[in-house]
């Protein structure tokens, strides 16, 4: 019977290891196809910086937005073929233009938002007749769009006391200093602590690392795992079959907030399965083995010193990370790929939609990806291959479930870094901490660049 057991396990974990293959591969290609948030992401500073420029002393404007900001918006938007741009995209770009053909070029389509017809009346009429300023213009309906009203403004003859509004000003340039601030000094900080760190493993006056508790599960344990319940179950057969349940939730709301819940409901089906197969591993093995901790060693206490442990390592992985990154795109340039949640966050302007994404990202996200990638897999890597191997290797898996080619070798990097710190910590809680800091500092990094 045992052996019976051991070849379906066996014949299992091989056709789960298949089809996992087949599944990344596809995902890994398809990912290409995805849309990039870079693109968004410098429009959104470009906007920012002109909005924030009369905010900001002359001695600084050129380090935070630069000599000309509009111009920089200017071209960014004059890159989108005309066909592919919206309405706001197209009238900001008219307002910026200085030839007048051209900006009678952008304004000769029909629009598809009525909201805009007033904006593009003012600005066609500007296009006839130099210094029609109107007051009334002030009145017009921009839907909140602090950039619109501002760009449109000056194109039709206004000066700086009828365009610049002092309260948006200094609110953009406080966000605009905060997204480039915080980054730089993380960077500084942890590039620091990681100079300080590499020079004390050099000279061998680290603290030696504790030994880790061995999980008796195997290696075809962790392809039924990570293959079986990750890959086949959680993010093919449960979607597959969960679609009209989920389907039937997200109809009743409209966007954004239709896909926050699709987000949070898709990610917690995906969950399902692997849950309950690693609690069905830990539950048939020997518990007169289990450590006083438990097997998965979260060690909650002291929370003080994990938290610590989550922020040191935290801003140490933070160059490598960028560094790698900034390699990637050197080289390759934007080639897409981005998660499709980054676009989600930097669009959204519900906030019940942002906090929903907040529980899936810096909440389910972090706990999850930890107990199955350095809870589970980790250690028993450890065991199986040694130390080195397992940091690598549990990195690699954990950088190709995220499907994403372009992002694949920066995630490696970070995936190396929650590796280490589980290691030299002994404990899983501090890799969860440090991973939600990581995403909820992308995260407060979109919402500042979101305009």
């Known amino acids: 019977m045992r052996q019976a057991n051991s070849f379906w396990k066996i014949a299992l974990a091989i056709v789960s290891i298949l089809i996992s293959l087949l599944v990344w591969k596809q995902g890994l290609e398809e990912s290409f196809d995805r849309p990039s948030v870079v693109p968004a992401l410098s429009i959104n500073q470009q906007e920012m910086s002109i909005l924030a420029k009369p905010a900001i002393p002359s001695s600084l404007r050129t380090t935070l937005v630069g000599s000309e900001p509009e111009n920089a ?12 741009m919206e309405d706001r995209q197209r009238l900001v770009l008219a307002a910026l233009e200085n ?24 600005l066609i009429e500007s296009s006839y007749v130099k210094d029609n300023f109107d007051q009334n213009y002030i009145g017009l309906s921009f839907n909140s769009d602090p950039l619109l009203k501002h760009v449109v403004c000056f194109a039709i003859g206004g ?19 905060l997204s480039q601030l915080l980054p730089v000094i993380a960077l500084i900080v942890g590039s620091g602590f990681l100079i300080r760190h590499i020079w004390m493993f050099v000279r061998g006056s680290l603290s030696s690392w504790p030994v880790m508790t061995a999980i008796p599960l195997s290696i075809t344990d962790m392809i039924l795992l990570v293959g079986g319940g990750f890959v086949v179950l959680g993010e093919v057969i449960s979607p597959a ?37 690693l609690r069905r591993q830990l539950n048939s093995l020997d518990q007169s083995l289990r450590p006083e901790d438990g097997w998965l060693n979260w060690r909650l206490k002291p929370l003080n010193s994990a938290a610590v442990k989550a922020v040191m390592a935290w801003l140490m992985v ?21 998660n ?35 809870g589970v897999l980790l250690p028993v890597l450890v065991k199986e291959i040694g130390k080195a191997w397992a940091v690598v ?59």
């Open 73 to 84: 918006l200017r071209e960014s938007l004059g890159a989108i073929p005309l066909d592919e």
């Open 99 to 122: 030839s007048l053909e051209k900006k009678k070029i952008l304004l000769n389509f029909s629009l598809q938002d009525k909201n805009f017809e007033s904006v593009q009346k003012a």
């Open 159 to 177: 000066d700086g006391d009828n365009c610049i509004d002092s309260e948006v000003a200094n609110n953009m340039a406080m966000r605009l200093v």
């Open 241 to 277: 079959l969960l679609l009209p349940f989920t389907s039937s939730i997200t109809s009743q709301f409209s966007s954004p907030l239709n896909e926050s819940v699709r987000v949070l409901v898709g990610y917690c089906s995906m969950t399902l399965p692997p849950l309950f197969i």
């Open 318 to 338: 933070l160059p490598p990370v960028l560094i790698t990154g900034w390699f990637v795109s050197s080289f390759f340039g934007d080639q897409g790929g981005s």
């Open 340 to 374: 499709p949640l980054l676009e989600l966050v930097l669009d959204s302007r519900d906030p019940v939609a942002l906090g929903l994404l907040v529980i899936t990202t810096v909440v389910l996200a972090p706990l999850f990806e930890e107990l199955v990638f350095r």
């Open 393 to 451: 290797a549990s990195a690699f898996v954990f950088a190709m479930a995220h499907l994403s080619v372009i992002e694949f070798p920066p995630l490696l990097v970070l995936g190396i870094g929650l590796a280490l710190l589980r290691i030299s910590s002994g404990r899983l809680l501090p890799c969860v901490l440090m991973h939600a800091l990581w995403n909820g500092m992308t995260f407060v990094n979109l919402l500042l660049l979101a305009g």
